[in-house]
């Protein structure tokens, strides 16, 4: 078994196998968008259906929201997107390359955390060219600029009738979705009668005008999260951030990710209102590096305060039990769905030596796999079709299932286990005498003869498993 993975071959992999496209691909492209195609679609459902029972059907103290993309512009005033959501840029003067200034700072081995200033970045960036150690890292050129703030947040011009919008009427696609949350958490509290401590989780899409996406889905420009806000009095905040740490670690062994290829990386610089800060990351071969895929952060009550004071609504809680009235803190876990796609392939994308040949298998937790059953007859003949066809049609009732019938049966199922189908069924000459059909397994490729009638309670049994 290896896994010789880069991000082109990745890519590549992800785009013949019907998983992600590139966006407006007949047009060039569209630098950091990406579509997903069938196979991708299913998969990034049946990750977001995993991670909502994770926060709903695995617990009673979260409760789902869908808020809209765009939102009252005060919104990202109030929480400090508009004036410092940026990241610190570098221009090559040649070539005109565009670098983030701590990723730059990383190819040369220099670490700096994503909270370092303009200035404490500078800095760095002088000490490297004060030993004539900067470069730019595609045309060798040392002609570089110092580094400078540049602003992830993406305008519309949302309800604008006249061609200039003043700075207060401005709207933006949303460049998170956690800020929904916390404008809803009253009438969460006063309509569902919630009581702290308790979350709020939601996924939907997400926009960042990144200065560099050239990771594949690992960073886009538009983007799902999936985020959890977590209601609660300060002095339960860290019982709580060590009880969710563990919980959101454990969701990652259930669905297979090794604990080899996970760590920890602890935020050293906090925001001024954040009391702990942690993220997870994960060893992407196709990356070569950890790299984050969800971050959890104590909050204080720093997101609450902001829209208290913005919107003139005290966002507070009373407390019937202790008789006391606060704003509550927030812990948030904050995860990208798009990361997790990638990150859900890189780790089952695997190449077996079989019969002197490669077979490539995706070995995703089964629950994960877009397509649960093939069907497929042994040969292109009408009698084994009709047969096939017909289970097919019956299984379709209760799982996403495929049939097929091109091609030799070696192919069909050697492009099932590259899309991550964890069963195949099969039909042949004897099912026309005995009324029985094969099961093929994707990891062992074991196979075992059951009845056609018995295949409910056998399809049934084979999902409950991997459940
Ligand atoms: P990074 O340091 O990689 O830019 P971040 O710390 O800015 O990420 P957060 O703002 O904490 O990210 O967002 C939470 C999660 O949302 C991230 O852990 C990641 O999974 C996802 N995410 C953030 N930005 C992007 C993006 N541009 N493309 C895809 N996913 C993203």
Not at 264 to 288: M, P, Q, R, T, V
Not at 344 to 350: E, R, S, V
Not at 394 to 413: F, L
Request: charged share 30%; net charge negative.
């Amino acid at each position: 078994m290896s896994k010789s993975l880069s991000l082109e071959k990745l890519a590549n992999f992800c785009k013949t196998r019907g998983f992600i496209y590139p966006s407006s691909e007949i047009y060039g492209g569209l630098s950091g968008i990406y579509d997903y195609g069938h196979y991708g679609y299913l998969l990034k459902e049946n990750i977001k259906n995993a991670w909502i029972r994770n926060m709903i059907n695995e617990r009673d103290d979260v409760y789902l929201l869908d808020s809209a993309i765009f939102m009252h512009p005060t919104t990202w005033v109030a929480s400090g997107h508009v004036a410092t959501f940026d990241d610190p840029m570098v221009d090559c003067k040649d070539c005109k390359h565009r670098y983030r200034a701590d990723h730059l700072l990383a190819e040369f081995g220099v670490e700096i955390d994503d909270k370092a200033t303009t200035d404490e970045i500078n800095q760095k960036l002088d000490e490297l060219r004060t030993n004539n150690k900067l470069f730019c890292p595609n045309c060798k050129s040392k002609n570089l600029t110092q580094a400078r703030r540049f602003s992830l947040m993406v305008k519309s011009n949302l309800g604008c009738t006249v061609d200039s919008i003043s700075d207060d009427e401005l709207t933006y696609l949303r460049p998170e979705t956690c800020g929904g949350i916390y404008l809803q958490f009253k009438n969460v509290v006063d309509t569902l009668h919630a009581k702290l401590p308790f979350g709020i989780a939601q996924v939907g899409k997400a926009f960042r005008n990144e200065i560099v996406a050239r990771q594949f889905i690992y960073r886009t420009r538009e983007f799902e999260q999936m985020e959890m806000q977590y209601f609660l009095h300060p002095s339960e905040m860290e019982f709580k951030y060590n009880e969710w740490k563990e919980y959101r670690w454990k969701w990652y062994l259930e669905y297979g990710i090794n604990e080899t290829s996970l760590k920890w990386y602890k935020h050293e610089k906090l925001a001024h209102y954040a009391s702990d800060a942690y993220d997870i990351k994960y060893n992407f071969a196709s990356l070569g590096e950890f790299a984050e895929v969800e971050g959890i952060h104590a909050r204080g009550n720093w997101d609450l305060s902001q829209h208290t004071k913005y919107s003139g609504m005290t966002l507070d809680y009373y407390d019937q039990e202790i008789k006391e009235r606060y704003i509550p803190h927030i812990l948030e876990t904050s995860a990208g769905l798009g990361r997790f796609v990638m990150m859900f392939i890189d780790n089952a994308y695997t190449e077996e030596i079989v019969n002197d040949d490669t077979r490539i298998v995706l070995k995703l937790d089964k629950r994960l796999s877009p397509i649960k059953f093939a069907v497929l007859p042994l040969f292109k003949k009408p009698d084994l079709q009709n047969v096939a066809k017909e289970i097919y049609h019956h299984i379709k009732k209760y799982y996403i299932a495929e049939y097929d019938d091109s091609g030799s049966i070696g192919k069909r199922y050697r492009r099932q286990d590259e899309i991550g189908t964890p069963y195949c069924i099969t039909v042949d000459y004897q099912t026309l005498e005995d009324n029985k059909v094969t099961i093929r397994d994707r990891d062992s490729m074991e196979q075992i003869r059951i009845k056609i009638d018995d295949l409910d309670t056998k399809c049934e049994a084979l999902v409950q498993n991997n459940r």
